[in-house]
């Protein structure tokens, strides 16, 4: 049964986990407002909790991890941006997901 709150987008865009052990090099293969899919050489060592760093636009986003295979890494974003259209402007609202 699907539980995400945001419809996931496929992207492949090459990102940085950011933790205490140092910088780990990902690409995120799907992504949302609310969370992404990321590919990695071993999930081995990555913290429940760290920082996903997109290299094309320098973007930041704490994550929490909601999954974890072999290579493969489902994050929810502990704070996320919900775009809506309003009278011909775009608004932001910010929501916190189940993260410390």
Do not use: Y
């Amino acid at each position: 049964m699907e539980q995400r709150t945001a419809p996931r987008h496929r992207v492949l865009k090459p990102g940085t986990i950011e933790f205490d052990g140092g910088p780990v090099s990902c690409m995120v293969r799907n992504m949302s407002d609310a969370g992404a899919m990321l590919d990695v050489a071993t999930a081995a060592g990555i913290p429940e909790h760290f920082t996903l760093v997109l290299r094309a636009d320098r973007r930041r986003m704490p994550c929490q991890v909601v999954w974890w295979k072999a290579k493969r890494i489902g994050v929810t974003f502990c704070f996320w941006a919900h775009f809506r259209r309003n009278q011909n402007t775009m608004s932001v609202h910010w929501g916190k997901q189940t993260c410390p």
